[in-house]
């Protein structure tokens, strides 16, 4: 083994010093200055060995790739597939990322302009996941982790080029859980029907690797993602943070299991304008700490204010404790139609603001549920006895003017409101649920598999 390497650090000096004097001081790409043998991938300037079965991916795709089901590909930090370039996965492919926090986290990014075909089956699904996972080519499930294993990778990103609201009159924003310093990982535009690619039959485990305090990658982040993008049969399970979060964009997402999430399952930002249908979310929180089933936000700033989202067909389910069924805030506005809420002590929690200096009403999701900009009908929230708590519950942020403003001045009234708009809509406390997701498109999942729902 010693004069192996011997001689192929002979062969890497000669190519570089050739390609020294060839190219003189420019910069280069590393791995051009080096030819690696049959069997070794170049990857930083360094040769790594391609094995039969695990291929070692890093850094820019600049040519359309094919990432076949004989082989496992390991995510070796940030692999950006570029504007112009498609990455076809192939139906039963693994794609497992490594370990490593801040700028070291793994993650698959589709740059704006850059497309993903990753179109799995039923009894095929493409499998993103961890090193740690011991899942093998040919297998669905993996025997070593369990609900509890978060954090162990970053996720999957698409960014592209729909309507965003970002603050202020910007129209692109810089995508969240990865360093700015990364070149075209910007998202947003004015072409609503853009094209990503496809995503069917995609299971995304165990991600979510911190990038700085309080700062993760979710399982599946949206950027900017347009209705032209096919997603549909996808599952996020066991995310450090968000399971599934839409930066803006009008992309359709169609039967989404979302399960052991730590932070929100489904998360919807900068004004998402796009349907999510049939949807289901489960929160444990043995399996570790959950926040909200849904957090739902507006425009942020003056561009792209028009726009709703539709939810239609959910079912969320909570096993313990869990800080709600939903946190409608800054602004929301779209519709909230056929979803049920099992095992939550509170339902649905909508935010008033007000002006601290007068007491003045700010605009925020309770104005756009009071003049029916934001819409909840025929919704159904399980309790034992049909009577246990309202529906939905206005709340304001816990700045003490805010607070003080709404507890002396509104707080009775928009309760009130609250409620009545609720009820006149066709929405229900059930002992029993008669509405929500079409569970039986589920039985390929992982969440499925391991009893779920």
């Known amino acids: ?45 360094d040769c790594i060995i391609d094995s039969e079965t695990t291929r070692v991916v890093t850094g820019e795709i ?51 302009g850059g497309k993903i075909i990753a179109e799995g089956t039923s009894t095929q699904p493409i499998i993103f996941t961890s090193v740690l996972d011991d899942i093998q080519i040919g297998e669905t499930v993996g025997t070593n982790l369990n609900a509890s294993d978060r954090g162990l990778w970053g996720g999957l990103i698409l960014l592209g080029k729909a309507p965003v609201s970002v603050s202020g009159t910007d129209t692109e924003g810089q995508i969240e859980g990865v360093p700015a310093d990364i070149p075209n990982t910007t998202y947003g535009g004015t072409d609503a029907t853009d094209n990503s690619g496809i995503l069917r039959y995609i299971s995304i485990r165990h991600g979510g690797i911190r ?27 066991s995310n450090l943070d968000d399971g599934i979060e839409c930066f803006g964009g009008t992309v359709n997402l169609k039967n989404v299991v979302i399960g052991y999430c730590g932070d929100d399952a489904l998360d919807l930002d900068q004004n998402y304008a796009g349907t999510v249908d049939n949807i289901i979310i489960v929160q444990d929180s043995d399996s570790g700490e959950t926040d909200f089933a849904l957090e739902f936000d507006g425009p942020e700033g003056s561009t792209h204010t028009t726009g709703k989202f539709t939810l239609m067909n959910g079912s969320f389910i909570l096993n313990g404790i869990a800080d709600g069924g939903a946190d409608l805030k800054s602004t929301a506005q779209g519709n909230i139609m056929n979803c049920v809420w099992e095992g939550y002590n509170e339902f649905i929690q909508v ?17 756009r549920l009071a003049s029916d900009d934001l819409v909840i009908m025929n919704c159904e929230a399980v ?23 709404f507890n002396n001045n ?44």
């Open 1 to 45: 083994m010693k004069s192996t390497t011997k001689i192929l650090s002979a062969i890497f000096l000669v190519f570089i010093t050739i390609s020294f004097f060839s190219c003189g001081e420019d910069d280069v790409n590393p791995c051009d200055l080096l030819v690696c043998p049959d069997g070794y991938l170049c990857i930083d300037g």
């Open 62 to 112: 600049l040519a359309n790739t094919t990432w076949t089901n004989d082989k496992i590909y390991q995510l070796s930090n940030k692999v950006i597939v570029q504007s112009g370039v498609t990455l076809t996965i192939e139906p039963g492919t693994i794609i497992k990322g490594e370990e490593g926090e801040q700028s070291l986290a793994s993650a698959l990014i589709i740059a704006n």
């Open 211 to 237: 990038v700085s305090d309080g700062n993760e990658i979710n399982g599946l982040t949206l950027g900017g993602v347009g209705s032209g993008t096919i997603i549909e049969n996808v599952e996020v399970v």
């Open 351 to 367: 935010r008033a603001s007000f002006n601290p200096a007068d007491c003045s009403e700010k605009t925020d999701s309770y104005t």
């Open 383 to 405: 309790t034992e006895t049909a009577m246990m708590a309202d529906f939905a519950i206005v709340y304001s942020d816990d700045d003490p003017g805010e607070e003080d403003c």
């Open 410 to 453: 509104y707080a009775a009234n928009y309760q009130t409101v609250a409620n009545d708009k609720i009820m006149q809509n066709g929405n229900a406390m059930v002992t029993t649920a008669t509405t929500g997701a079409n569970k039986t498109v589920f039985a390929w999942s992982l969440t499925k598999t391991k009893g779920g729902f």
